[in-house]
């Protein structure tokens, strides 16, 4: 029973800062690569930024310099730090587990993040 539970969303002010947690249950976690990914009003799901379970991070143009991921394998958790938000940051933003080699793709239900103008 995979679960990936995502927590920190909220309504921020442009500038502002918020950091995102998942926990994970149910998978080998440090085995899987693992991914924020977003949605925002109108828009495709695009990732916004990865921690490979080899160490690798990567990061979607348009948050670079401004989030951070981390992962905490000895807590299943991986984080985002967001900071200078801007209102384009609104979307739902949800957790990913993937591990190809296996078949593994799961998804949290997402945390929602409004930043005001």
């Known amino acids: 029973q995979v679960q990936l539970v995502e927590s920190g969303g909220g309504l921020v002010q442009a500038g502002g800062s918020l950091r995102l947690s998942c926990v994970a249950s149910?998978?080998?976690?440090?085995?899987?690569?693992m991914g924020w990914y977003r949605q925002g009003p109108g828009k495709q799901r695009e990732l916004v930024a990865a921690?490979?379970?080899?160490?690798?991070?990567n990061y979607a143009h348009s948050v670079k310099g401004r989030f951070t991921i981390s992962r905490d394998n000895a807590k299943n958790t991986v984080s985002l730090q967001m900071n200078s938000l801007e209102p384009e940051d609104t979307a739902v933003y949800y957790c990913?587990?993937?591990?190809?080699?296996?078949?593994?793709?799961?998804w949290g239900q997402g945390t929602r993040v409004t930043v005001s103008s």
């Open positions: 990913n587990a993937y591990r190809p080699v296996v078949l593994g793709d799961f």
């Open positions: 149910g998978i080998i976690f440090s085995a899987y690569t």
């Open positions: 921690f490979t379970n080899g160490g690798l991070t």
